[in-house]
């Protein structure tokens, strides 16, 4: 499977931009995609995920209420929707796949397979 981030840009503070996630190869029902980002000198940091098959959702703490995450199954690819952005927002946004999870959505970036290249988000003050 591969992976192919896109949306990324400037923005002011209390903006929007949608980020996609397109998937080249196959998927299946138990596949589970997310949404990962990194700001300059942090971890990496779970920010949601949905379920391929389903689609039950599943969205950090830190962007409840602002961003929303989705998928067309397809079309293959999932979105994050992001809203009323913050400057602590500002990171490289990662989309990554678990291609079959038997259990409960994993929050660790560790346990993804998959890894897209990346796309910038950057929200000013």
């Known amino acids: 499977v591969q992976l192919q981030a896109s949306g990324g840009g400037l923005v002011q503070a209390g903006g929007s931009l949608r980020l996609s996630c397109a998937a080249s190869g196959r998927t299946f029902s138990r596949t589970v995609m997310g949404w990962f980002r990194q700001a300059p000198g942090k971890d990496r940091e779970f920010v949601a995920a949905?379920?391929?098959?389903?689609?039950?959702?599943y969205v950090a703490d830190s962007v409840k209420g602002r961003f929303t995450i989705s998928r067309d199954n397809a079309k293959n690819t999932m979105y994050l929707q992001m809203n009323s952005l913050k400057p602590e927002d500002t990171a490289v946004y990662y989309c990554?796949?678990?291609?079959?999870?038997?259990?409960?959505?994993?929050?660790?970036?560790?346990?993804?397979?998959?890894w897209g290249q990346g796309t910038q988000v950057t929200v000013s003050s």
């Open positions: 949905v379920r391929w098959g389903g689609g039950s959702t």
């Open positions: 990554a796949a678990d291609l079959v999870v038997s259990g409960p959505v994993s929050t660790g970036a560790s346990t993804y397979t998959y």
